[in-house]
């Protein structure tokens, strides 16, 4: 049987970054991290030796680490994740706690738009138990892994819907929308291959420089919305000018970008007028 030290020294050589080489021993032997970094002595059953070599590989190849373990923690939640769905991404909390930073209804009907793994909707679940959580996707396999997710983290509070956009919903109003569509324009020169070679397509890119699916829910917010709702949209960091003005034009207020840690515009909210109730 091989040590660790044998293990980490293997993953060295593929080219694997240190971290990424603990982190995936640590998963195979089903042992903490601090276990690896500690006893680089300790012997690995042969099994889970030959597991760990082949992730190491694949990982080294340019696999996300997210989709190797199978999960990803975000905001305070755990989902499961799989190359049917996008990796949520430490971008999108900064959707996640503008939403929470609403002044909605007690018992606000939220609608999340293009779910994936239904990191968001789960998130707003767990923070607001009393909100009325409806999550959509086109894709079904992407819906898939977000039933399991849901069950998982919050049973019975995220309704989810196979939708093109807002196509087979029932003509219902909500007081907030929520979306972190695709927006990478098709043949972007600065999207990381790794996640162009292993993300779903449907997830990342949008025709018209990216903004296709960003323009069709900022019209359609309009008619989707209670007076006095909001929409949150993310987008890429140079897109902020451009989800403005489509906000504008679609006749919602109080349009604003809000930045990241960065500086970089990453989430634009917008409000249609009137009073919620009204
Ligand atoms: C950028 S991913 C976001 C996933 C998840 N909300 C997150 O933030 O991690 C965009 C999601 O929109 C979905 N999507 C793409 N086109 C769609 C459409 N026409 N209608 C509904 N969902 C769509 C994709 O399948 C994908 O799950």
Not at 117 to 141: E, F, H, N, Q, Y
Not at 229 to 236: A, K, V
Request: hydrophobic residues 45%; charged residues 25%; proline residues 7%.
């Amino acid at each position: 049987m091989p040590a660790v030290e044998l293990l980490l020294r293997h993953a060295r050589e593929f080219g694997l970054d240190r971290l990424d080489a603990e982190v995936l021993l640590a998963e195979v032997c089903t042992w903490p991290r601090s276990r690896v970094i500690a006893h680089p002595e300790r012997q690995v059953e042969t099994a889970a030796a030959d597991r760990f070599l082949t992730l190491a590989r694949r990982r080294a190849a340019g696999e996300p680490l997210a989709y190797l373990l199978g999960r990803r923690g975000f905001m305070d939640i755990e989902v499961e994740v799989s190359a049917d769905v996008l990796i949520p991404r430490p971008e999108t909390e900064l959707l996640v706690t503008t939403a929470l930073a609403l002044d909605l209804p007690p018992e606000a009907r939220i609608l999340d738009l293009g779910t994936g793994s239904g990191a968001i909707a789960l998130a707003l679940a767990k923070a607001r138990p009393d909100w009325d959580i409806l999550a959509t996707d086109v894709s079904s396999r992407a819906l898939k892994v977000a039933r399991r997710n849901v069950r998982r983290i919050a049973p019975g509070r995220v309704h989810l819907v196979a939708s093109d956009w807002f196509s087979a919903l029932a003509p219902v109003r909500f007081d907030l929308l929520v979306s972190n569509p695709p927006y990478v324009a098709v043949n972007d020169p600065e999207l990381d291959s790794c996640v162009a070679d292993h993300e779903p397509p449907r997830a990342l890119f949008a025709a018209n420089d990216g903004l296709a699916a960003l323009a069709q829910l900022a019209s359609t917010a309009p008619e989707r919305l209670e007076p006095g709702g909001w929409i949150l949209l993310e987008h890429g960091h140079r897109q902020g000018p451009s989800v403005r003005a489509m906000l504008e034009a679609a006749g919602l207020s109080a349009v604003r970008s809000i930045a990241d840690g960065g500086e970089r515009e990453r989430v634009t909210i917008a409000r249609r007028n009137g009073l919620p109730g009204g």
